[in-house]
């Protein structure tokens, strides 16, 4: 039997998208959704916190995510994901608004993707300047379980996280439909040259999120999303296509979300930011994009510098009790590098196993064992030095 290994632009059909998205999610399939909504399962985060801690239970849930990324409709929501903390996401709102006001002045606001320049402020690399500007926000709010969870249920262990903020003005249009990062950032030309099986590979690499930072009714806009349609394995060599974004606005679904909530997404779903129609709400979200170990995250960030900046923050915190160990692990996840390749072997040699030491084993290491501050930055700066070529 014969296959041919490419997918091609020309190829692609909306009557084959049709029959991979016109599904219909089945609630007595989802053990642990409180609800579904226009196909998307919707969980209550207030009553699965015991299930983070619970051996069996975790599995479970993690689990039953995957299958909604993968098979289902392709994306969930996590309401009161911030129940535990919702005053941080305020802090990091105060923040972030600080940050595309001096960026602003300074001439660098960032620019969308997917969207009309100027139609709305975003920042760029949110995750280190937040963490460098704000430490203790940053621990506060990345310490959050739920945000770990998901990662770890579609990425395995040793993520990189990077974020994004959005503020999406009134009056601003809606972007045009659109799958993410990898090959949704490649021309058609550049992404068919890569084979069938690196289509389907590429959504498996990146975890798709954004926390509501207000209440976000639809008229302001949330992602506009369409269900069950990553499954379509052609879909970064059809998204740019008019037929298949005429069918994206038809049928295309929203969800309105609160402070607090976040959103997790398959990176190959077709979804895109919707048009808000308020005259006062300017929407904002921190868009979550989340890299395997074993993929190349969309932005480089100064992991040592953010290690550097943090490690006062959760040694206090560890100290006082504020924070428990899978709270401060979730914390060390989102900041420093648990992949301990690319390096210099000659120099940064395996230890007592098959690999190097991370910087996430070194950042714990020195929580355990209590080290001051500078002892910490020290040792950081080595290992890294005995990293670069």
């Known amino acids: 039997m014969t296959h041919d290994p490419w997918y091609r632009g020309a190829d692609c059909s909306v009557a084959d998208f049709r029959a991979d998205v016109e599904a219909v999610t089945d609630p007595g399939r989802l053990e642990l959704a409180c609800d579904v ?9 207030t009553a ?3 299930a983070l801690d619970d051996p069996e239970a975790r599995p479970r849930l993690l689990g039953e995510w995957v299958g909604v990324l993968l098979e289902g409709a392709g994306v969930f929501l996590l309401r009161k994901a911030f129940a535990r903390d919702l005053q941080v996401v305020d802090d990091a709102t105060a923040i972030f608004e600080a940050i ?3 960026e602003r002045e300074s001439g660098t606001s960032g620019a969308d993707h997917f969207a009309k320049p100027g139609a709305n402020d975003r920042i760029w690399n949110a995750l280190e300047k937040l963490c460098v500007l704000a430490p203790d926000v940053f621990a506060r709010y990345y310490a959050n379980p739920f945000l770990a969870a998901a990662a770890e249920a579609w990425l395995g262990p040793l993520y990189q996280v990077t974020s994004q903020v959005n503020v999406v003005r009134p009056g601003a249009e809606a972007q045009q439909a659109h799958r993410d990062y990898h090959l ?3 021309t058609v030309d550049d992404a068919q040259r890569y084979p069938a099986h690196v289509h389907r590979m590429s959504p498996l690499l990146t975890l798709q999120g954004a926390v509501a930072h207000c209440d976000m009714p639809v008229d302001s806009g949330p992602t506009k999303l369409l269900p069950f349609s990553q499954r379509y394995a052609p879909g970064y060599l059809a998204w740019r296509r008019q037929d298949f974004r005429d069918y994206f ?3 295309c679904v929203q969800l309105a979300l609160a402070k607090g909530d976040a959103l997790f997404l398959s990176p190959a779903l077709f979804h895109a930011a919707g048009s808000n129609r308020t005259p006062t709400i300017s929407r904002i979200a921190n868009l979550l994009q989340i890299s395997s170990a074993y993929g190349r995250a969309m932005e480089s ?3 040592v510098r953010m290690c550097e900046a943090l490690y006062p923050v959760l040694r206090r915190y560890r100290a006082e009790g504020r924070l428990g160990p899978a709270a401060i692990a979730a914390a060390i996840a989102s900041s420093a590098e648990g992949y301990p390749f690319p390096t210099v072997l000659d ?3 395996p230890t007592g196993g098959l690999a190097p030491m991370s910087q996430q084993m070194l950042f714990q290491q020195a929580l355990d064992e209590d080290w001051p501050a500078d002892r910490f930055v020290a040792e950081l700066r080595v290992r890294a030095a005995r990293r670069e070529a």
């Open 301 to 303: 960030v100064n992991r």
């Open 184 to 186: 949704g950032f490649q």
């Open 48 to 50: 699965l916190e015991a």
């Open 100 to 102: 595309i006001a001096e």
């Open 347 to 349: 120099r940064d040699p």
């Open 37 to 45: 909504r226009r196909n998307i399962p919707i969980y209550d985060c």
């Open 249 to 251: 606005e038809e049928h």
